[in-house]
């Protein structure tokens, strides 16, 4: 219990909807009867509207987004609904409140490039484990940058050619295991994406990706990695997951758009 429960019934007395994140059971049960969604790795207390976080988004902004658009996309709230989000921030328990319109920010596509692509959710959420964690830890001790390629992997093999022999090609290992994480990690060192299938098989290592460039809009800085894994996004149906070598942090493309941005650090 923390001091917000005295407040908690006038803050969410106009809301249409509230949005609980990882809510503990007595925080679910002093408001079950509203319209309530749960939103968190699991669904501990059996609430009948659940969005399953991929992920704990260190940055409250991003768990909110993504709370918020999936709660829309699963049609548990009005896309003109007045929310009330409570999340835990520093504690165990529900410490931090939003109040937010479901439409008021610009949609993210956070939600969606997890739900709507073409690879399997827990295969994104692997891949992007396994560059959050070479990003923390970099390649015996250097930073190290790696550009991963999700799904639609005939496309991106068509849309690309070999630097060097491909470790993997008569294996048939997937991401997740955790032998292949280590094998990941070794092979980011030179150049070239990893392809990676719609379930999670590794295709190939060491692939230049050769997509046609043209139109794809990515921030200023970022270099030739993030073109191509932008611009392969756009040219075909897979999403790219990047770690920077230059500034560490990670990033996801889908249909050509940057759609998320985290700092290793904070995992
Ligand atoms: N088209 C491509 N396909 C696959 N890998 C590429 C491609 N272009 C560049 N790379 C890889 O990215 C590496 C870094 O290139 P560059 O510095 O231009 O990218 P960047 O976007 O600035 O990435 P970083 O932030 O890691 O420096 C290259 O050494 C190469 O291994
Ligand atoms: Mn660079």
Do not use: W
Request: aromatic share 8%; glycine share 10%; hydrophobic share 40%.
């Amino acid at each position: 219990m923390t001091g917000l429960d005295e407040f908690l019934e006038g803050l969410v007395a106009d809301a249409d909807a509230v949005c609980l994140f990882s809510p503990g059971k007595s925080h679910y049960e002093t408001l079950a009867g509203d319209d309530v969604v749960v939103v968190g790795p699991d669904n501990d207390v059996e609430a009948d509207a659940f969005v399953k976080l991929p992920l704990e988004f260190e940055d409250l902004r991003d768990r909110i987004r993504f709370g918020v658009e999936g709660a829309v996309e699963h049609g548990y709230v009005d896309e003109d609904a007045d929310l009330v989000c409570l999340a835990k921030v520093f504690g165990e328990d529900a410490d931090t409140v939003a109040r937010v319109r479901a439409d008021e920010f610009e949609k993210s596509g956070v939600y969606d490039l997890f739900a709507n692509s073409r690879a399997e959710p827990s295969v994104i959420r692997d891949v992007l484990e396994v560059a959050v964690e070479l990003g923390k830890k970099g390649q015996k001790g250097k930073p190290v940058g790696a550009l991963f390629v999700v799904g639609d992997a005939g496309k991106v093999m068509n849309k690309s050619r070999p630097l060097s022999y491909n470790p993997f090609e008569k294996s048939h290992v997937h991401v997740g295991d955790p032998i292949v994480n280590v094998m990941l990690k070794e092979f980011s060192r030179l150049d070239g994406a990893f392809v990676i299938s719609d379930s999670g098989k590794i295709v190939s290592a060491y692939r230049y990706l050769e997509p046609s460039a043209e139109g794809v809009d990515i921030p200023k800085g970022l270099g030739a990695r993030h073109m191509a894994a932008g611009a392969i996004t756009r040219d075909t149906n897979a999403i790219a997951i990047v770690l920077s070598e230059s500034d560490g942090l990670v990033r996801a493309f889908k249909a050509g758009e940057l759609i998320l941005e985290l700092d290793p650090e904070a995992y």
